[in-house]
């Protein structure tokens, strides 16, 4: 999709309704719903965390931005999601957690950057995080700088891969994690990455919403 065409389409992106739920189902591991029931005591005491699904040109089309995590001791290691992280006391609400933490995490200059909507919040239970995303872009290319204590790789996908339906397989074991999982789980393919979990849901209502307005 090109830049023009994008910015077009942003105006029905905002007002369009959606249901989020659908979206998440499609691309939710199966045992989710397992650990969901699991985490209910857990969820009051989650933990705050804002992710920017960033948008931005590179040759006149639009690509979106995923980063590869760094391997450390904890669920998420080498797992591929998208720039955010955790909310801290100084910042004044979830979105300016998620404008924060992506440029500490990819070096962008976030006066570049807009917003055009939120998104469902995400509950993760592994790590007992209260995802909030939103939909950001920059008109204008982006240089990019990431963090090397966090991230190990950073990610720009082009959006028509993912608004293409032939992407979606089932995986498992070491193209999804660290961690050994002999469960089959959906999961989008992205060149050589394997996108999947909480990354992937949100990336369902992302492309449920897009398709929906083009």
């Not at 590869?68 to 957690?97: A, C, M, W």
């Amino acid at each position: 999709m090109t830049i023009n065409r994008f910015l077009k389409i942003i105006p029905k992106i905002k007002d369009f309704v959606s249901d989020p739920s659908i979206s998440h189902l499609k691309m939710a591991p199966p045992y989710r719903k397992y650990l969901l029931d699991l985490s209910k005591k857990k969820y009051n005491n989650s933990k705050k965390a804002g992710v920017s699904v960033l948008f931005h040109p590179i040759n006149n089309n639009i690509f979106f931005t995923l980063i590869l995590r760094n391997e450390y001791d904890g669920v998420h290691s080498k797992q591929i999601s998208f720039p955010g992280g955790r909310t801290e006391k100084n910042d004044k609400n979830i979105y300016e957690t998620a404008l924060r933490e992506t440029n500490e995490e990819i070096g962008v200059n976030v006066d570049e950057i807009k917003l055009i909507r939120k998104l469902e919040n995400l509950y993760i239970p592994p790590s007992n995080y209260d995802i909030t995303p939103f939909m950001v872009f920059a008109s204008k290319k982006l240089l990019f700088y990431k963090d090397k204590n966090e991230v190990q790789e950073i990610i720009n996908i082009d959006l028509d891969q993912l608004l293409n339906t032939g992407n979606v397989v089932n995986t498992k074991g070491p193209h999804i994690s660290n961690r050994h999982l002999d469960t089959l789980v959906p999961a989008y393919k992205f060149n050589d990455h394997f996108v999947w979990g909480a990354t992937a849901m949100i990336l369902s209502e992302v492309k449920d919403i897009i398709n929906s307005v083009i």
